[in-house]
C-alpha cells in the first residue's frame, strides 16, 4: 500500500507544517520589500535582467519555505545580493549607452512603409504566423495600413499607421486571404509578396519573381482601411 503521509510529507513531521507556513509568510514579506526595492518599472516591463532577478529571487525563497536545514538569514543575503546587483546594473545602464544595449538589447524595425524590413526581421525569433497574430490584434488587416513597426526591447510592438487617406494596397495577412498565395497572377492587379510583403502592379501570367526577395509566392493585396 502507499504510504499516503509520506507521499504528502516527505521524510518530514506534522509538527513541521506550521513552521512551513510562518517560513513561508516571513519569506512572502521578503519578496514583497525586495519587488518594491526593484520599482515601479522593475515590476511593470520586465527585461532580459530584470527576469533574471525574478528567477534569482524566486529561486532563493523557495527552498526556504521547504527546507528546515535552509536558514532563513541565508535566503535574506541571498535577497541582498540580488536587489544589490540589481541595482548597480540599473545605475550602470543608465551611465553608459553601450552597457544599457549589452543587457536589455535595442529596439528593431519590422516593417517600414507597409513591407517586412528582411534583415532586421531575421534577427528577432519571431514566427511569421505569431507576428501576424500580434498585428490582428491591434486591428490590423493588411500590411498597407502600417507606416512603421518596432518590437521595443521588451518585447512589445510600437506600431504606427498611415492616416486613412493614404492606405496603400499590401499583403492581406487574415488568414484566409493570405492562404490564397500562388505562384501564379490569374488576373492584373496589385499583388504583395508573401514573404517580404513586397507590393507590386502585376499582369497575368505565370511565375513572377519577387525583385526584393527573389521569392515566387504572391497574394492578392487589398486597400481597405483599418476599422477599429
Known sequence: MPDFEKMLLGDEK???IPEIMIRTLIMYIIILFSLRLLGKRGVKQLSIFELVVIISLGSAAGD???????GLGSAVLVFAVVVGAYKLTSYLVGKSNKIEKIVEGTSTCLIKDGEFSIDNFKKEPLAQDEFFSELRQKSVSHLGQVKLTIIETSG???IFYYPDEDVKFGLPILPDLFEQRSEEIKTDGFYSCSFCGNTLNLKSGNKKVCPKCERTKWVKSVNETRIT
Not at 526556504?64 to 535552509?70: D, G, N, R, S
Request: aromatic share 30%; proline share 8%.
Open 14 to 16: 506534522w509538527e513541521f
Open 64 to 70: 526556504p519555505m521547504f527546507y528546515k536545514e535552509v
Open 156 to 158: 512589445e510592438l510600437s
